[in-house]
């Protein structure tokens, strides 16, 4: 049975901020992180991916809960219906009045840069002209802090916990729903006399296979009138899991020498120390994009199909795996 899906990916980013930290003076400064060496790489947050996962599921006609949420003050009560909303299934929730919370069955990392900062900054002005005002009075001038950089993400979709939900995760008296059936969890995970309720097996494989075409279609961030980026993968690696383990997380490594070249042994290697956890594992790479492409896909076909990456992402959402 498997428990997980470890997927790692990789996005260019041609120019932009997509992630914003805070502003100095009248510069806004991009999310880095600094280097043993004292240099530094951009990243952009897990919070933003999964924001941007959301919206893009929205896109594909889901539903969110965030609309029917309850919100007083500084405190957002969501409506606790994971059966009802994609939003609360895969992403979680915390409802501090009845001390209701599921932790997230997907796990995100940050996107983090492959090569490092270069200082590049884009000029912006605003004319006082525009506004009434005499050219002479001039106008706010600003700088936003930008890069061209490949992005290496992670994802670990915790497969067994998709439409499972603990009756600590939603109330004692659990309601009777179509979707959903009223299970015994197993008493040697969650203790004596636990119930849950369980979606249907159909709902389950269609909120992942959505996951899925959300990832293949990504996009979002901060500054997208002036900066918009395509945040869909270049490169992606699928694997199904019988243990939970975020198997790509630091197997991707690019050099540049005219052109992106990926090491595909780090990524060999790191299937390979997986090689009895796991059903299948599928690579995925856009023609064109990689100097080494023929590298690539010799090499990844010694241990996985190797194809486009939407033939891939296509061929993982027929074999999601949940029991």
Known sequence: MNKAIAIGYLVNVSLGNVNASHTE????????????????????SGQAI??????????LGWQLSEPFANVSGQEVIPPVQPWKYIDEDLFGYMDTKQNRRRTSPIRVSSLIGLFKFQGDKDLGTRSFEKYGKAVEEGGNMFETEIYNNLFKGNILIELDRIGLFPEGEIRKNMPTLENCQE????EGKWGQNRKGLLLNKDERIKRVESLYEALKFLWGGGRTARMLVDLSPRFIAIMSLKVKHPVFLEAFKVEYDGGYYLDVELIINAVQKFQDKFDTVIFGFEPGFFANEGEIKNT??????????????DFAKERIGIQ
Do not use: C, F, H, Q
């Open 183 to 186: 299970i015994e969890l197993p």
């Open 25 to 44: 003076g009248n510069v806004m400064v991009t999310k880095k992180v600094t280097l043993p060496d004292g240099s530094s790489i951009p990243y952009i």
């Open 50 to 59: 999964r924001r941007m996962l959301r919206d893009r599921l929205e896109d």
């Open 300 to 313: 990844l076909e010694r241990v996985g199909e190797v194809k486009t990456v939407t033939d891939a992402i």
